[in-house]
């Protein structure tokens, strides 16, 4: 019976150095002037090949647009079980989006990167609109977006 139990102990302790943290996180998405209607937008994560992650977070409620953000519907399969409950309104010109999750510790510093598409009726759409790694040096930092995106950023806490 002690075996057993120290075993039982040994595998509970080599387990629990396995288990990931999570890190708030926070992405402020500013778009430009761009004198259109609300900007549908997809935040979502790329690996180190650049290849689709996970959703985190989609603008814009109507799904039959989200085609328009077009390498996250690539990447996603448009699957609704990749955007389910992590929707919200669209954003509209001039205004600034701020998106607070968790996530897994060790997608930091770990070849991840933050993408957002972005699309606007009528208007262009932009494939990576922002592309940026997932760095603790780059926590804080600014950069700019090739499309309606003015300007990003993401904050570990």
Same mark, same amino acid.
């Given at each position: 019976?002690?075996?057993?139990?120290?075993?039982?102990?040994?595998?509970?302790?080599?387990?629990?150095?396995?288990?990931?943290?999570?890190? +708030?996180?926070?992405?402020? %998405?500013?778009? &430009?002037?761009?004198? @259109?209607?609300?900007?549908?937008?997809? $935040?979502? #994560?790329? !690996?180190?090949?650049?290849?689709?992650?996970?959703?985190?977070?989609?603008?814009?409620?109507?799904?039959?647009?989200?085609?328009?953000?077009?390498?996250?519907?690539?990447?996603?399969?448009?699957?609704?079980? +990749?955007?389910?409950?992590? %929707?919200?309104? &669209?954003?509209?010109? @001039?205004?600034?989006?701020?998106?607070? $999750?968790? #996530?897994? !510790?060790?997608?930091?510093?770990?070849?991840?990167?933050?993408?957002?598409?972005?699309?606007?009726?009528?208007?262009?759409?932009?494939?990576?609109?922002?592309?940026?790694?997932?760095?603790?040096?780059?926590?804080?930092?600014?950069?700019?977006?090739?499309?309606?995106?003015?300007?990003?950023?993401?904050?570990?806490?």
């Amino acid at each position: 019976m002690k075996k057993i139990l120290f075993a039982l102990g040994l595998a509970a302790v080599m387990t629990v150095p396995g288990y990931a943290q999570a890190r +708030e996180v926070t992405f402020s %998405t500013q778009l &430009s002037n761009y004198g @259109g209607d609300g900007a549908y937008l997809a $935040l979502y #994560l790329t !690996d180190a090949d650049g290849k689709y992650h996970e959703t985190l977070w989609i603008s814009g409620e109507k799904s039959k647009y989200y085609k328009h953000l077009r390498d996250w519907a690539r990447g996603s399969g448009l699957n609704q079980a +990749e955007y389910d409950g992590l %929707t919200g309104a &669209s954003v509209t010109s @001039g205004r600034t989006q701020n998106v607070t $999750l968790e #996530l897994d !510790d060790v997608m930091i510093d770990a070849g991840y990167q933050v993408r957002v598409d972005s699309a606007v009726e009528d208007m262009r759409d932009n494939r990576s609109d922002v592309v940026v790694p997932l760095t603790t040096e780059g926590s804080g930092k600014s950069i700019a977006g090739r499309g309606y995106v003015q300007s990003f950023v993401y904050n570990l806490k």
